[in-house]
């Protein structure tokens, strides 16, 4: 039967065995980096790519996970042949781990960790959305400023994004898109924002997540002639947009179909949006930037 797995402590485990302790930084101060990656029928998404961008982000926290990135490239591929689904969300963390003596609260001396889990895939905005819309809420909570969290970072501090989502919520929206301090459209919890305008695509530039859904949208989009374009956008140009959409990792593509509850274009998912999605679908299937789970793990067996 498939089920969710861990790998913690140097050990493969049902999902409910993995447990640390509440003492660690890495839960008290949300010390902690992460990066969550899908596989699609046996593939693994951009794998070298986002192992790349989870190494920058525990580079940047002074953080030394105890294996090596091609361990780590393993323990993500066993992950999933071991979980037993077809298709998955991997998330990769690397902890601050527990302090050696709780009297030393140095934690340059903590004992850093590796987990990485592994859950049935999952749209991270509900996968009604994908046909519905989402109704988004562009909030008055801000994106926390670059020279305090940097957003390439990809972190647990969600404090910033969980307001957002609380205050979307008792607007009556689905999702929340927060602001930078400056004004300009920046993320939201769990994706990247894009609008289109006239037969141009945009999505935000400045302190937010470079998304690998995102990037893989400036590829399909440029092969489509929308030349995509990276620049500050406001809160003014995603109401008076033709169409938009998010994009993350545990969703693909969705549509924003309502701004702060009222109608965005027609309403409807756009034309636009609907042959990203298609197109991105259709390549995820054919195992587009795919590396095959059981190559990692034959690279194992041969080493
Ligand atoms: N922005 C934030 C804050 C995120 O948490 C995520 C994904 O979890 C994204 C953007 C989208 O990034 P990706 O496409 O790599 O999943």
Redesign the pocket.
Known sequence: MAESIAFLDDEFVPISEAKISILEPTFTKSDVVYD?LSSWQGHIFRLNE?LE?FQNSYRAMQLNPPYPLEEIRRIVAECIERSGFEDTCVTLMATRGPFIDLADRDIRKCKNGLIAVCVPYYW?LGEDKQTNGVNMVITENQRVPAGAID?RV?NFNWMD?TRGLLEAYEKGGDSALLCTPDGFLS??????IWLAKDGKLFTPRGN??E????RSVFELAKEMGAMPIEKPLTPDDLRSADEAFT????GGITPVTQVDGKTLGNGAPGILTTRLTDEYWRRREAGWHGTRVEDVLQERDVA
């Open positions: 969550t986002h961008r991270v957003a990809k994004l993320e939201g919890p769990g994706f990247n937010l997540l998304g690998m859904t995102r994009s993350t990792t545990a």
